[in-house]
């Protein structure tokens, strides 16, 4: 790959290579005579929106904090996941790979082989201490690491579960604040600090059911988000689109997901009553919920915001579009109060890496482990290669002592998930495996971007699942997004992202269409051919 010759010229200096770090220099490895080794701290959201990081977007609220990340770095503004679902994500930024090439194509049945290469392994073979702090899902136990405390699967939002190093014990507190607190533990006093470090912190915030630190409770209360334009998207033309489960309307639960429990037992979801009893049932008597999860104190507080709120919506009874509004601003509120949580959070890192001087010479990347929709075609959830969730935040800022690296600047190259591990490890200054299907993207934070991609492949397996959204797989280059939707289904649609970033009409198979299908049509076959992704037989 293009990036990786550009490596190779420089990997010239490959019998260095096990020298490194410490000869490693500031400028991301491109000259060899700097004297710092450079530390990574990798901040990645589950579930987080571009749509609310305001560096990207700032209709819903400010995120100062993240922000900053992007003020004295770079925001790339074409940043892409290869599977929107997290298990897969995950399995994605350790190996570099794609799904068919980690093997974990999807959360119901993945399980990470945690004996093939990643990257944290061989960033400790190159001399680095690693650490994998807070949402893992990749099932297996993490390997490679120095030190690991994870949340068990999804993790909890209140006293979650951690297992520290083997260890189960429960942890007293709101999830972020706590990874948060167990990462700075880290780099204070855990880490070997004769090394440099790589830290993963992956918060399980924003996940559903979006539940907020007790102490933002109360945020945003008079904020009335705007409706995507295409809130009441009627998926004409679009059969994958209009066949899923996870419409705002149709599917989010008013008692699971915007936590309208009312103890008389009273409120009814009219749009669905199957997800009624269902989401009653998990709200009050299991997960997050149930009796004794949250402390005495935790739960008056909790009870004293929302139970008034679910008076008034007893007392309100809407329906119609008048409840689908509503609907919307509660998911929003809940939301955009978890994201103000994670904020701070990131503040807290940043301004332990700022006071103990490691800015200097450490990377400071803040992502999402794939994007989310905020009410876009009428939706909540992922799993699309529609635009909101094929899409991912990533914000990067540059070690100080790395003074030619872009600062303030837009980033418009192509990336995705799986050049995470190529980078870290050009970065540390170690070969890059052949093997690895990602491109180190550390050119482009010096603003060149010669022999950059000019296309991006994606590919989503879990269906039969909750929210039902069909296999398919696709391609993305600058202008076009083409997919095409198979197992149960055989449709192809075909979006012009200039003319029509909302994706809401399908060109594929339109009169005029046809020399750019064939054109986009050829480039996905290439894609599956050097990725070596056996659907190709499919497409062929
Ligand atoms: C849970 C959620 C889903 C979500 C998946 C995957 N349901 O199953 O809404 O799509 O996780 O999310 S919940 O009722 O259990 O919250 S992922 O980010 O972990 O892939
Ligand atoms: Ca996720």
Redesign the pocket.
């Known amino acids: 790959m293009a990036n990786k010759a550009i490596f190779a010229s420089f990997a010239g200096t490959a019998v260095l290579s096990s020298l490194i770090p410490l000869l490693n220099s500031c400028s991301g490895g491109k000259q060899k005579s700097g004297k710092k080794p450079l530390n990574i701290v990798y901040i990645m959201c589950?579930?987080h929106s571009y749509q609310t990081v305001s560096a990207y977007d700032n209709r819903f609220l400010d995120t100062p904090n993240i922000d900053r990340i992007a003020s004295e770095g770079v925001r790339f503004t074409n940043s892409f996941v290869a599977n929107s679902?997290?298990?897969?994500?995950r399995a994605c930024l350790l190996t570099g790979k794609h799904s068919h090439k980690n093997g974990f194509t999807n959360?119901e049945h993945g399980v990470f082989d945690g004996s093939q290469q990643t990257v944290q392994q061989l960033l400790r073979d190159a001399g680095y201490t690693t650490a994998m702090i807070g949402k893992w899902?990749l099932v297996s136990e993490p390997t490679g690491f120095d030190y690991w405390n994870i949340l068990t699967g999804?993790g909890d939002y209140y006293n979650p579960v951690f297992i520290d190093n083997g260890q189960n014990c429960v942890k007293l507190g709101y999830a972020t604040n706590i990874t948060t607190d167990i990462a700075l533990e880290w780099l204070e006093n855990g880490r070997d600090k004769s090394k440099p470090f790589c830290l993963f912190l992956h918060h399980k915030a924003p996940?559903?059911?979006w539940m907020p630190d007790l102490c933002d409770l109360d945020l945003y209360n008079d904020i009335t988000y705007p409706l995507p334009d295409n809130f009441y998207d009627d998926y004409s033309g679009r059969k994958a689109a209009a066949n899923q489960e996870?419409s705002i309307i149709k599917d989010m639960n008013v008692v699971?997901?915007l936590k309208m429990a009312d103890r008389e037992n009273e409120i009814h979801t009219p749009e669905n009553p199957m997800l009624e009893s269902y989401g009653r049932g998990?709200y009050l008597q299991t997960?997050e919920f149930r009796p004794g999860r949250m402390t005495e104190e935790q739960q008056a507080v909790w009870d004293a915001h929302y139970l008034p709120i679910i008076e008034k919506f007893k007392k309100d009874s809407l329906s119609g579009d008048a409840l689908y509004q509503w609907k919307y601003q509660r998911y929003m509120h809940d939301y955009c109060r978890v994201i103000h949580s994670i904020d701070r959070n990131v503040g807290r890192v940043y301004d332990y890496l700022k006071e103990n001087g490691l800015l200097e010479n450490t990377i400071v990347i803040y992502t999402s482990?794939?994007g989310f929709f905020m009410g876009e075609h009428g939706y909540?959830?992922?799993?699309f290669m529609y635009e909101e969730s094929f899409r991912t935040p990533l914000l990067v800022r540059m070690p100080d002592c790395c003074r030619t690296a872009l600062r303030g600047k837009d980033i418009d190259g192509m990336v995705q998930n799986i050049d995470h591990a190529p980078s870290f490890l050009e970065l540390a200054g170690a070969d890059i495996p052949e093997d690895i299907q990602g491109e180190s993207y550390l050119n482009l934070l010096y603003g060149n971007n010669r022999g950059w991609r000019k296309s991006l492949y994606y590919h989503y397996y879990e269906y039969p699942a909750?929210?039902c959204v069909r296999r398919h797989y696709g391609v993305r280059t600058e202008r076009y997004s083409l997919m095409h939707f198979y197992n149960d289904i055989d449709e192809w649609e075909l979006f012009d992202l200039r003319n029509d970033p909302e994706e809401m009409n399908n060109i594929y198979g339109k009169p005029g269409t046809e020399k750019i299908i064939r054109k986009l049509r050829k480039e996905l076959a290439r894609l599956q051919t050097i990725y070596e992704d056996p659907i190709i037989a499919e497409n062929e």
């Open positions: 589950d579930d679902l997290s298990g897969p994500s959360n899902h999804q996940h559903r059911t996870m699971y997901d998990m997960g482990d794939q909540f959830d992922k799993r909750e929210h």
